[in-house]
């Protein structure tokens, strides 16, 4: 069994381990498909105020997270996993932006997966110069700090993992897979305070069933994310589809 190893390295441990210890990451660390080891930084801090940041040279508010406790947290880190490599990510705001092709393609990854959270105003660049191979970004936000960032990191690639879904949730799996965004949902009842749900999904016709969720697909798309088209996969059929729905759009039908 293949086992996804993250290493988060933080100065607010407290805000990881409620969801990494509650529903689907629980079962996937449980279950051993996912291991994740949070670090501590100041627990590497050097004096007795256990002091993590510093002023910035050149002057400027806010504070700067200081390069000797993260480059030591490395250090016992990586003395750790003697001969063992790492992919150490640090979550930014100046990161390339995250995404599902980038979450599958982590799945894939066999060295460990070291996400480093920032705080205060910015962390020395020497870190990033030094320590970083990759920095990511989970959208064009400002955060207080990394941590939330790297929980969507971890989510997104731990829900790929084979086993760590049940079945009931895995089958849901596809709806980003193909780069669209979902079809429209229902459950009982049929009608709810004169709100109908459409007809097809009680017909029992799963053919007419599944073209319709695919037109649906397809049009959510084109109206909500119509960037979203040029990389996603489409049939021949599919294209046909669009073609269709950008007239319906254009006549206001
Ligand atoms: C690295 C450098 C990720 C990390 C600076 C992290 C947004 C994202 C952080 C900073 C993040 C994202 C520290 C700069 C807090 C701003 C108020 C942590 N924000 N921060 N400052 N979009 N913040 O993925």
Redesign the pocket.
Known sequence: MRKLNFEVLTLFPGILAGPLNESILKRGREKGFLNVTIRNIRDFTEDKHKTADDRPYGGGAGMVLKPEPIFKTFGVMKAEYPGEKFLTI??????SVFNQQRAEQLTEEKRRIVLL???????DERVIRTLIDEE???????????EL?ALVVIDAVARLLPGVLGDEESAYRDSFGDGLLDYPHYTRPAEFRGLKVPDVLLSGDHDLIKKWRRKESLKSTLIKRPGLLKTADLSGEDREVLEELKKELENGS
């Open positions: 640090l979550l930014s705001p100046q990161g959270c920032g705080h205060y105003e910015a962390i990511l970004s989970v959208g064009d936000y400002v955060l207080t700090g990394g960032a």
